[in-house]
């Protein structure tokens, strides 16, 4: 996840002056995301090479023309929930004021780094002024000019010192990790086979004679995948007794592990009770899915029965609608050449990441072409949406009822960034955060 940089301060002490600042006026203009309020008050910053979400909370107008003190309180509260890191604004103008002792006390409180911001400090006269804010009993205060771009650098080196960092979760590995997963006798070993070919798994000296899990690397296109567990796959193929024996939990155990899932179905049976409960779970875990539908080879087929199976499929895996289906067979090899390009395609969605800018502009499409339904009587407000995170593609969107929004708006929601950016093959997965 990006970390989040939240703006908190009184009305007019020059919060959004500093946002500009640190966003860059050009930028700003370029970069100008429609809002879905009509204020923009976030952006992403990139500081070197760092990039962070910066938030104005001076841009969230409550709903209500509810009293400084209160405004002030939600604003900080936002920042002590949301943000990884938080700038407080004064005015060194107009001195301190009860309002701003009050802000300070709420950050008291709070185990995230807060950085004391003395704005308006355009020269020296102001500098022995911004003194007097020591009173209320911080370490060390920034004194800056937002307009006058004095001060701002120091404040920054300081602000990236201690902001955490993207952890972005193994993001740059560029090896797909593949599991095959499926009931016993639908063809997962023979499949595994299939796409290592059978030469080199024969000669891998732990394949098949060991019980804990063996990955299998290989290459193609001269690209890096690993095959999970194909001991485990190969060993359970093996032997009647294992067949029987393997469960859901070794496909669960398969699936934490795997970028991309290939639940693997077969066309002699149809879709069984076990094969929802295999697919059900790698939906849940988040990973990008494939179906494979093999023993295609022993159908005696006409024209409509591809089509019926997809029908099929599509109505026992509704929350699947996204995975892409293969029809093979891995004894004859008729199509299996295919799944490598499909992992491909689905490992690419799955890593995809859209600009926040982008990501808005459909938003607010969205949001504007068809509005939350009332929460208890309240309408529901939608600030912005950034991307946190890929494997699956992440979202966290501000909003002043996040408890609120209704399963089929998410539905909704989630199908529209579909519609305006693929992402097939893919979970995605929304999280709705805020305050009024
Ligand atoms: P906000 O309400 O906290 O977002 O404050 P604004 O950024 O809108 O600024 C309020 C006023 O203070 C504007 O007239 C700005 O031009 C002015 N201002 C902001 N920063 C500075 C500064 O560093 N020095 C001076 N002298 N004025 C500033
Ligand atoms: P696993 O238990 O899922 O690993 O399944 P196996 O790979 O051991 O296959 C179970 C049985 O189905 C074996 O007898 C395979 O030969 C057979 N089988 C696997 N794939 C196909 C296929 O595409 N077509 C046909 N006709 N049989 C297959």
């Known amino acids: 996840m990006k970390p989040i940089i939240a703006i908190v301060g009184r ?44 938030v104005d909370t001076g841009g969230f107008e409550p709903e209500t023309n509810d009293r400084l003190l209160q405004q002030m309180r939600e604003q900080s509260r936002f920042a002590m929930d949301e943000a990884d ?39 020296d006269r102001q500098e022995n002024a911004a003194g007097d804010f020591y009173s209320i009993g911080v370490d060390r205060l920034y004194t800056v000019s937002a307009e006058h771009n004095r001060g701002i650098g120091d404040l920054m080196d300081d602000v990236m010192e201690v902001l955490p960092v993207d952890a972005g979760k193994d993001e740059a590995s560029d090896v797909t990790r593949i599991a095959v997963v499926g009931r016993p006798n639908v063809g997962k070993s023979t499949l595994v086979n299939r796409l290592l ?30 095959l999970i567990d194909t001991a485990g796959i190969r060993r359970k193929g093996k032997t009647v007794e294992k067949v029987e024996k393997y469960s859901v939990m070794d496909a669960l155990r398969s699936i934490e592990r795997a970028d991309v899932v290939l639940i693997v179905l077969s066309a002699e049976d149809g879709v069984t009770e076990q094969d929802s409960k295999i697919a059900g779970y790698a939906y849940e875990a988040g990973r990008g899915c ?50 490598i390009a499909e992992v491909d395609l689905v490992m ?48 966290v969107i501000f909003t002043n009822r996040p408890e609120g929004i209704h399963f089929s708006y998410e539905r909704y929601l989630m199908n529209s960034f579909r519609e305006a950016f693929g992402f097939n093959g893919t979970p995605l997965h929304l999280m709705f955060r805020g305050r009024d």
């Open 85 to 123: 890191l938080i700038l407080l604004v004064l005015d060194a103008r107009s001195g301190l004021t009860p309002a701003d002792e009050d802000v300070v006390e709420m950050l008291r409180r709070v185990d995230k780094p807060v950085f004391f911001v003395v704005n308006k400090v355009d020269g």
């Open 197 to 226: 070919g059978y030469e080199r798994v024969v000669a891998n000296p732990t394949a098949g004679t060991t019980r804990d899990a063996v990955d299998t690397r290989f290459l193609c296109n001269k690209k890096p995948y690993v």
């Open 11 to 54: 009305p007019n002490v020059g919060k959004s002056t500093l946002f500009n600042r640190l966003v860059g006026r050009r930028k700003a203009m370029v970069d100008d995301m429609p809002g879905v309020t009509r204020d923009r008050n976030y952006a992403e910053v990139t500081r070197f090479d760092r990039p962070f979400i910066l």
């Open 348 to 395: 690419e969605q799955f890593s995809r990441r859209v600009t926040t800018s982008e990501l808005n502009r459909v938003f607010s499409k969205a949001v504007e072409e068809h509005h939350a339904p009332m929460d208890g009587g309240r309408r529901v407000k939608f600030y912005f949406a950034t991307q946190v995170g890929t494997k699956p593609p992440s979202f």
């Open 290 to 339: 494939i179906f494979v539908v093999n023993k295609w080879d022993t159908l005696e087929k006409d024209n409509s029965s591809m089509g019926k199976f997809v029908e099929e499929i599509r109505r026992s895996f509704k929350y699947l609608p996204f995975a892409p289906i293969l029809f093979i067979s891995a004894k004859t090899g008729q199509r299996t050449g295919k799944i």
